[in-house]
C-alpha cells in the first residue's frame, strides 16, 4: 500500500495563499486527500494509528488535532478581476475524534475537484506522489516541491516576491530579504536537489533598482550534459518544443541524446527529423535510436543522386574520396575530442571548430591544436 500513496491533487489547492501549515501537517492533508479521492467520499472515518503508521510520524494526538484544526481554518478565497472578493472554502470542513478514529470531511468544491473526470487529470491535477513529500523536513520545502510539480513539463513562472511570502505564509516573518533567501528559498532549493532524481532547480533574483522584486525558477535535468544556447538555434528550439507536443516523444526525450545529434548531423536534417517524430502515434523506446534512425534516413535519401555525363561523373568520383578520407579523419578525431579531459563547454567548442574544417591540411593544424 505504501508504494502507492499517490494523489492527483487539483492545481487549484497548490500555490494557496498565506499557508501556515507545518511540513507534517502538509503531508497529512494530501495523505486525507488521497484517501477521499480513492474511496470517491467527501466524509471518511479513519483510524488515527493509520495515519501515524503510513506517514511514519510520532503518535501525538494533540498534534494530530492541532494540524487538522489548522487545516479547518485555512480559507481559499476567490476574487474577481477587480480583486473583490466573490467566493471561498475552508480546506477541511469538520473533523471529531470518534472511537479510536477521527471523522473528516471536506468541502463539496474540494471533492468535486478530487473525483473530477480522469480525461482532465493531466490537464489540470498535479501528481503528488506522498513517500517523495514524505522525506521533506521543512514546510518551506514541501510548498515549493508541489509548485515544482505543477510546473514540471513546463517552464516554471516568475514569482513576485511577496507573492512567494503569501505562498509560503512568511509575509510578517522575514521582512528582509536576505533572510527569506537564507531561510526559505536557499534552504528549499537544497533540499529538493538533494532528492529530487530528475531535475536540478536554481532561482535567479530580479530586481528593480537595487530591490529584489522577483524570482524566476530554473531546472536542468539531472545527469544530462546542458547544452549551451549558441548551439541551439531559435528554428531548432521550436522543432524540439514542437515534438515534445507528441506525448510518446516527450515521455523518452533526451537532452543528452539530443546535443549528440546536434553535434553529429546538420541542423536542417535534425529538423526534418523531429518534424517526422510529432507525427508518430505509438510508444517510443528509445528517443535516440528512433530520431537517429530518422536522420540517417533523411541524409541516405539525399544521397540518391541523377546519372550525369562520364566525365562529371568521373570528376564527381574524386570529389567523394577525398571527401569520404576526410570523413574519415574528421569521425576519429571526433572521437579523440570526446574522450579528451576537458570540460564539456570547450569540447563543444572543439566539436564547433572541427565542423567548419574542408579540407585535410585544416584538419591537421586542428588535430597538433588539441594534442598540444
Not at 466524509?43 to 503510513?54: L, P
Not at 523518452?252 to 523531429?274: Q, R, T
Not at 562520364?310 to 572521437?335: G, N, P, R
Request: proline content about 2%.
Amino acid at each position: 500500500m505504501k508504494n502507492k500513496l499517490t494523489i492527483y491533487k487539483p492545481n487549484e489547492l497548490i500555490e494557496i495563499v498565506g499557508n501556515p501549515i507545518s511540513a507534517v501537517g502538509l503531508v497529512t492533508y494530501n495523505f486525507l486527500l488521497h484517501k477521499f479521492q480513492n474511496l470517491k467520499k467527501d466524509k471518511i472515518i479513519i483510524s488515527m494509528s493509520e495515519i501515524f503508521n503510513v506517514l511514519e510520524i510520532s503518535d501525538n494526538y494533540d498534534e494530530l488535532f492541532n494540524y487538522l484544526d489548522s487545516l479547518r481554518n485555512i480559507s481559499v478565497l476567490s476574487r474577481d478581476s477587480k480583486g473583490k472578493l466573490w467566493g471561498g472554502f475552508n480546506l477541511l470542513s469538520e473533523f471529531k475524534k470518534v472511537g479510536n478514529g477521527v471523522f473528516v470531511q471536506i468541502p463539496d468544491t474540494i471533492f468535486k475537484a478530487l473525483c473530477g473526470d480522469e480525461n482532465e487529470k493531466s490537464l489540470y491535477y498535479t501528481t503528488i506522489k506522498l513517500l517523495e513529500q514524505r522525506i521533506y523536513k521543512c514546510s518551506y520545502t514541501i510548498i515549493f516541491y508541489e509548485i515544482f510539480k505543477k510546473y514540471e513539463k513546463v517552464n516554471i513562472p516568475i514569482f513576485n516576491l511577496e507573492e512567494l511570502k503569501n505562498i509560503t505564509g512568511t509575509s510578517d516573518r522575514y521582512l528582509e530579504y536576505r533572510y527569506f533567501k537564507r531561510d526559505v528559498l536557499t534552504k528549499s532549493i537544497a533540499e529538493i536537489n538533494k532528492f529530487d532524481s530528475k531535475y536540478n532547480y536554481s532561482f535567479e533574483e530580479k530586481k528593480i533598482g537595487r530591490k529584489v522584486n522577483e524570482i524566476k525558477f530554473s531546472k536542468v535535468e539531472k545527469n544530462l550534459i546542458d547544452i549551451p544556447e549558441n548551439l541551439i538555434s531559435e528554428k531548432l528550439e521550436k522543432a524540439i518544443l514542437k515534438a515534445r507536443k507528441n506525448r510518446f516523444v516527450d515521455e523518452v526525450y533526451s537532452a543528452k541524446a539530443m546535443e549528440k545529434l546536434i553535434l553529429k548531423y546538420n541542423e536542417e536534417d535534425i529538423i526534418k527529423g523531429l518534424n517526422e517524430l510529432y507525427k508518430y502515434n505509438s510508444e517510443i523506446d528509445n528517443f535516440s535510436k528512433i530520431l537517429n534512425s530518422k536522420i540517417k534516413e533523411i541524409v541516405d535519401s539525399k544521397k540518391v543522386k541523377p546519372k550525369k555525363e562520364a566525365v562529371k561523373v568521373a570528376k564527381q568520383k574524386v570529389e567523394v574520396l577525398e571527401k569520404s578520407e576526410l570523413d574519415l579523419e574528421k569521425e576519429k578525431l571526433s572521437i579523440l575530442i570526446f574522450k579528451i579531459d576537458l570540460p564539456t563547454r570547450e569540447r563543444i567548442m572543439l566539436f564547433g571548430e572541427l565542423s567548419v574544417v574542408e579540407d585535410l591540411e585544416s584538419l591537421k593544424k586542428l588535430r597538433d591544436k588539441i594534442k598540444s
